[in-house]
């Protein structure tokens, strides 16, 4: 049988492991900086920004993927809109969705066109306010 300090311990120790892997990366554009967290497995692609109340100014989530395919997404259990960028392997912005709003009712997948490696959620009229286009490079 296991005692409550032991309980504890182990508690903190899962706690300060998943705190640690919040990875943050910085992603610049021409004229902008911002802070990304780094979405690298499944289970945190699965998650991304669901449940949140909002996203800091200059924030975003960067999703990482093993292959550059079509990566479609979706606003299921998400409280504000976003802008969201696919980004090629070469770094370049290859499509954009702006003021993606959350769902109510039903949830339908936003599928690109085109293959992306990275995807990176900002939070809605950021494209807009920085000026933000396909083609552009993306570097982080």
């Known amino acids: 049988m296991i005692k409550l300090p032991a309980i504890l311990m ?3 120790i899962f706690s300060s492991i998943s705190l640690s ?4 990366k910085e992603v610049c554009f021409e004229k902008v ?3 990304a967290e780094i979405a690298d497995t499944e289970s945190k692609r699965r998650l991304g920004l669901m449940f949140r109340e909002g996203l800091p100014e200059n924030q975003g989530m960067l999703f990482v993927f093993e292959e550059e395919e079509r990566q479609s997404f979706w606003m299921k259990n998400m409280k504000f809109p976003l802008d969201i960028i696919w980004i090629s392997k070469d770094k370049l912005i290859v499509e954009i969705k702006s003021n993606v709003l959350p769902c109510r009712d039903s949830c339908e997948s936003i599928v690109p066109q085109t293959k992306a490696k990275y995807v990176l959620e900002v939070n809605a009229d950021f494209l807009e306010r920085n000026r933000i286009e396909i083609g552009d490079r993306v570097d982080f």
């Open 21 to 24: 892997e919040q990875l943050t």
């Open 10 to 12: 182990l508690l903190l």
């Open 33 to 35: 900086c911002l802070q």
